[in-house]
Nanobody, 117 residues
Framework: QVRLVESGGGLVQPGGSLGLSCVVSGFTFSGYSMSWYRQAPGKERELVAYISPSGRTTTYADSVKDRFTISRDNAKNTMVLQMNTLKPEDTGMYYC??????????WGQGTQVTVSS
């Protein structure tokens, strides 16, 4: 069975940090690109960060560039999003996505991040 399980969300004050993890099973992790998406209340789901199968290429949404870092450990079937200097507008449900050949995609159930004082 394909599984993607996010963890690490929670409540944090503006300026704080959180690390999100996505642990996957049921497919060849090293053959898939991985992404983090988020969806804020009343907004469309947006791509936050992307990492290539090897980890050699990363991209970020302009709104999180220089604050967030995406990484992966293919030996552990794990992807991480380190979020620093968090802002209230970073609040939302964060989803892990795996992308494979022919556009195949797997999604996790999400983890809530709330940035509020």
């Amino acid at each position: 069975q394909v599984r993607l399980v996010e963890s690490g969300g929670g409540l944090v004050q503006p300026g704080g940090s959180l690390g999100l993890s996505c642990v996957v099973s049921g497919f060849t992790f090293s053959g898939y690109s991985m992404s983090w998406y988020r969806q804020a209340p009343g907004k469309e789901r947006e791509l936050v960060a992307y990492i290539s199968p090897s980890g050699r290429t990363t991209t970020y949404a302009d709104s999180v560039k220089d604050r967030f870092t995406i990484s992966r450990d293919n030996a552990k079937n794990t992807m991480v999003l380190q979020m620093n200097t968090l802002k209230p507008e970073d609040t939302g449900m964060y989803y892990c996505k795996a992308g494979g050949p022919g556009g195949i995609a797997y999604w996790g159930q999400g983890t809530q991040v709330t940035v509020s004082s």
